[in-house]
């Protein structure tokens, strides 16, 4: 997620939002009060929680990756501890801040909403575990589940090289990259072909009608999917035939169909 802070229309000057930390420092503890969040510009931060005393890792987050966004919404406590593991920059966005950027970058809303969607669902799974309501298989999945069966017919090779991604068996198949923020990982995982970190963490999707493909860009994709060399719309279902070429971001594939 690239930052981009306004001021009455403007560009504003970053500086005053730059917050420079040691790798250990300690950006705040648990139950502390808060009004900012934080955007990590470069460096690595790790969130920990206490649990009986002691200290567990939740995430550890990296550039463009964002914490700390719930004692803007709510004004609340700080849930957990963010401490650097590197030297880290980050931005710090207070509430005014924070309402200019949902104004001009809609992929910082739309991974918030996932990210709260996904805590929804987490504590829905805990209140039906103790309540003793059986869920069915297909409730019970989600998105920390491995993939299904992968096709052996239905990929995507990177052009550059590497092993090829094979397409879900059933349902879509999702593109990008992990998510720790959220918590979303995709079926297929760009980031070691990304290293200039084009790829949205969830980018687009692969549907499968049959025996056909479509790709789908998602909400709040940065840097666009191309097929062919033509960028596709948000939204828009794109047909997919042996041979096209796929974009997404700066990361070229290329769809194939093996034939049995």
Same mark, same amino acid.
């Given at each position: 997620?690239?930052?981009?802070?306004?001021?009455g229309?403007?560009? =504003?000057?970053?500086?005053?939002?730059?917050?420079?930390?040691?790798?250990?420092?300690?950006?705040?503890?648990?139950?502390? =009060?808060?009004?900012?969040?934080?955007?990590?510009?470069?460096?690595?931060?790790?969130?920990?929680?206490?649990?009986?005393?002691?200290?567990?890792?939740?995430?550890?987050?990296?550039?463009g990756?964002?914490f700390?966004?719930?004692?803007?919404?709510? !004004?609340?406590?700080?849930?957990?501890? =963010?401490?650097?593991?590197?030297?880290?920059?980050?931005?710090?966005?207070?509430?005014?801040?924070?309402?200019?950027?949902?104004?001009?970058?809609?992929?910082?809303?739309?991974?918030?909403?996932?990210?709260?969607?996904?805590?929804?669902?987490?504590?829905?799974?805990?209140?039906?575990?103790?309540?003793?309501?059986?869920?069915?298989?297909?409730?019970?999945?989600?998105?920390?589940?491995? =993939?299904?069966a992968?096709?052996?017919?239905?990929?995507?090779?990177?052009?550059?090289?590497?092993?090829?991604?094979?397409?879900?068996?059933?349902?879509?198949?999702?593109?990008?990259?992990?998510?720790?923020?959220?918590?979303?990982?995709?079926?297929?995982?760009?980031?070691?072909?990304d290293?200039?970190?084009?790829?949205?963490?969830?980018?687009?999707?692969?549907?499968?009608?049959g025996?056909?493909f479509?790709?789908?860009?998602?909400?709040?994709?940065?840097n666009?999917?191309?097929? !062919?060399?033509?960028?596709?719309?948000?939204?828009?279902?794109?047909?997919?035939?042996?041979?096209?070429?796929?974009?997404?971001?700066?990361?070229?594939?290329?769809?194939?169909?093996?034939?049995?």
């Amino acid at each position: 997620m690239k930052v981009v802070v306004k001021q009455g229309g403007a560009p =504003a000057d970053l500086d005053r939002f730059l917050l420079e930390l040691k790798a250990g420092e300690v950006i705040f503890e648990e139950g502390d =009060a808060g009004d900012e969040m934080f955007v990590i510009q470069s460096g690595t931060v790790e969130i920990v929680k206490k649990r009986k005393g002691v200290e567990k890792p939740l995430a550890t987050l990296e550039k463009g990756d964002f914490f700390g966004e719930m004692s803007i919404l709510e !004004n609340l406590p700080r849930t957990a501890k =963010a401490r650097a593991v590197t030297d880290v920059e980050l931005v710090r966005i207070d509430q005014s801040t924070f309402d200019e950027m949902l104004r001009n970058n809609g992929e910082i809303a739309v991974r918030m909403l996932r990210k709260l969607c996904l805590r929804l669902r987490e504590t829905t799974q805990l209140l039906e575990q103790s309540t003793g309501i059986r869920r069915s298989i297909e409730e019970s999945s989600d998105i920390f589940s491995k =993939a299904g069966a992968r096709h052996d017919i239905y990929r995507l090779v990177p052009d550059a090289g590497g092993d090829d991604f094979f397409l879900n068996q059933e349902g879509d198949t999702t593109v990008g990259r992990v998510d720790p923020v959220t918590g979303i990982r995709p079926d297929v995982d760009l980031t070691s072909l990304d290293s200039q970190r084009s790829v949205s963490r969830r980018h687009a999707k692969v549907v499968r009608l049959g025996s056909e493909f479509e790709v789908v860009e998602d909400i709040g994709t940065m840097n666009g999917t191309f097929v !062919n060399d033509r960028r596709i719309a948000t939204g828009h279902p794109v047909r997919l035939r042996d041979g096209d070429k796929v974009r997404f971001g700066l990361v070229d594939l290329t769809f194939r169909v093996t034939q049995g």
